[in-house]
């Protein structure tokens, strides 16, 4: 009804001119094929903002890997297959380097930060942002020892269930989130403080607005629907509020800086700001420090969140490769905390950990890149700054690459000898220069999670596993599982 209501009035709106079509340029109309755009609305009604996905399968099996669909008045090149996909971004990983058209950033972070951001900022940002987490502490405590003391804390908390059915959302969400607080802010919340319960709201009602209907139409007219209100405006404010959150903590950090001794990232990106503040086109300023914080919450948390809860859930399903899990921990492993050193030893593991990312596959549309320039690319001829999109999902799921891909395997990334097994099509973080910085982090983070619980607990339910449902909550622009309760046996 809301959609039906939503639609009725961008074509109103429509009717009475508000919003003018640009004609095509010649330019667009050597554009790869595609369905046929209406005047203003693009292709809103074969692509349902709810369907998104549904609706792009469609179209690849008509119009081959690469086609064009209008979001609105604006074309978007889908790119689906490893093979497309590839040679996109990694061998023309210059021209398809831009970052394509993303409205909730523009709108809240004014294209500031790392993810929303292109040129020169954009790989300044990024720059400074794999360097100070590559290298974070300084002689302080690594990442790894933040994430080993945070599983500990996640640890008392399953404790605490005592054997109950429990959902694992909000204990999942506490402790990767602290793992990126720790890095930013410098510390650690308790799983009750009030201001981090507010930002765990704000991020994941920012997450489901991004993957709702609303969201989808947002993406389409957005430049109505920024003037007018309705539901999305209660979408925009969990931004406003985490950005509100952000400029509080770092107008703290300022109050107590000491240049010779920083804390975490926003002190590094302040002494940064102080260096260059006689620069007047440096880019370290508070409105990037602000954009690049927000980016790392997001990229950091959600993502691995929804990865662990998927896996538990997998797990669930298959308590076989949960048992074998457990095995290698308990030979590999013993009784000592997990390290990531023990990664190397542990290939079922690994093998597992890979399995979830590709089976969740939990950004299917990829994030939206743009060409830097104009570029003739498999007999098509795609202009400067045309939005593209890597769909991951046809990479994660590419029967080419995967044989039977919707059955969860681990053994498709191992060896006839047990060892592990690189695939190059196993692409959850993307891939080219726009690869997401904080692969390294979110690796570590999984592993570590998921050993320290299964070192300690068996995950169980009392729904039977045939009723489980490991198929995605929504077909839209993200992945998540469906709800589910589980408890934890501890393990003798």
């Given at each position: 009804m809301l959609f039906a209501t939503a639609l009725l009035i961008l074509v109103l709106i429509c009717l009475v001119g508000t919003v003018q079509l640009k004609a095509k340029s010649k330019s667009q109309l050597l554009l790869p094929p595609g369905p046929r755009p209406l005047p203003v609305l693009g292709n809103i009604l074969q692509v349902k903002p709810r369907e998104l996905l549904v609706s792009l399968d469609k179209f690849q099996k008509k119009y081959g890997p690469i086609f064009t669909v209008y979001f609105g008045s604006r074309p978007a090149v889908m790119l689906c297959g490893y093979e497309v996909v590839k040679e996109a971004l990694v061998d023309n990983k210059d021209v398809f380097s831009g970052r394509g058209t993303m409205p909730l950033a523009k709108y809240v972070l004014k294209g500031y930060g790392i993810t929303g951001s292109s040129g020169q900022r954009w790989k300044i940002m990024r720059r400074f942002a794999l360097t100070t987490l590559r290298n974070f502490g300084m002689g302080k405590r690594s990442i790894e020892e933040r994430i080993q003391e945070e599983a500990q804390f996640l640890m008392e908390e399953f404790v605490?269930?005592?054997?109950?059915?429990?959902?694992?959302?909000?204990?999942?969400?506490?402790?990767?989130?602290?793992?990126?607080?720790?890095?930013?802010?410098?510390?650690?919340?308790?799983?009750?403080?009030?201001r981090f319960l507010s930002?765990?709201?704000?991020?994941?009602?920012?997450?489901?607005?991004?993957?709702?209907?609303?969201?989808?139409i947002f993406y389409y007219f957005h430049g109505i629907l920024n003037h007018i209100p309705g539901p999305h405006q209660k979408g925009f404010q969990h931004f406003t509020d985490l950005k509100t959150f952000v400029h509080e903590r770092v107008d703290e950090s300022l109050k107590v800086l000491n240049v010779d001794s920083p804390q975490h990232f926003i002190d590094c990106f302040l002494i940064k700001m102080q260096q260059e503040?006689?620069?007047?086109?440096?880019?370290?300023?508070?409105?990037?420090?602000?954009?690049?914080?927000?980016?790392?919450?997001?990229?950091?948390?959600?993502?691995?969140?929804?990865?662990?809860?998927?896996?538990?859930?997998?797990?669930?399903?298959?308590?076989?490769?949960?048992?074998?899990?457990?095995?290698?921990?308990?030979?590999?492993?013993?009784?000592?905390?997990?390290?990531?050193?023990?990664?190397?030893?542990?290939?079922?593991?690994?093998?597992?950990?890979h399995e979830i990312q590709r089976f969740s596959d939990i950004v299917p549309?990829?994030?939206?890149?743009?060409?830097?320039?104009?570029?003739?690319?498999?007999?098509?001829?795609?202009?400067?700054?045309?939005?593209?999109?890597?769909?991951?999902?046809?990479?994660?799921?590419d029967p080419d690459q995967?044989?039977?891909?919707?059955?969860?395997?681990?053994?498709?990334?191992?060896?006839?000898?047990?060892?592990?097994?690189?695939?190059?099509?196993?692409?959850?973080?993307?891939?080219?220069?726009?690869?997401?910085?904080?692969?390294?982090?979110?690796?570590?983070?999984?592993?570590?999670?998921?050993?320290?619980?299964?070192?300690?607990?068996?995950?169980?339910?009392?729904?039977?596993?045939?009723?489980?449902?490991?198929?995605?909550?929504?077909?839209?622009?993200?992945?998540?599982?469906?709800?589910?309760?589980?408890?934890?046996?501890?393990?003798?």
């Open positions: 605490r269930t005592k054997g109950k059915m429990f959902d694992p959302t909000f204990l999942l969400g506490c402790a990767v989130s602290n793992i990126i607080c720790s890095i930013v802010f410098g510390k650690r919340f308790s799983y009750n403080d009030e930002l765990l709201s704000n991020i994941t009602g920012g997450l489901r607005f991004m993957n709702s209907g609303w969201g989808m503040k006689e620069n007047p086109d440096t880019e370290f300023h508070k409105e990037n420090l602000v954009g690049s914080t927000m980016n790392l919450f997001f990229a950091g948390t959600e993502t691995t969140n929804t990865t662990l809860r998927y896996g538990f859930l997998i797990l669930l399903k298959h308590p076989e490769i949960q048992a074998k899990i457990q095995q290698e921990i308990d030979h590999v492993i013993g009784h000592h905390h997990p390290s990531a050193d023990d990664r190397n030893k542990m290939p079922y593991t690994e093998a597992v950990i549309t990829g994030l939206p890149h743009s060409t830097t320039e104009d570029i003739l690319f498999r007999g098509y001829f795609i202009p400067k700054g045309t939005d593209v999109f890597p769909v991951l999902t046809t990479v994660l799921q995967f044989p039977c891909p919707k059955v969860f395997s681990p053994e498709r990334f191992l060896d006839d000898k047990g060892a592990i097994k690189k695939h190059i099509a196993l692409m959850p973080f993307s891939a080219g220069k726009r690869m997401c910085p904080g692969e390294g982090l979110a690796r570590m983070e999984l592993f570590l999670f998921l050993t320290t619980l299964l070192q300690k607990f068996t995950l169980t339910t009392s729904i039977s596993t045939d009723n489980l449902d490991l198929s995605a909550e929504f077909s839209s622009a993200g992945h998540l599982p469906r709800y589910y309760e589980m408890s934890v046996v501890p393990r003798q």
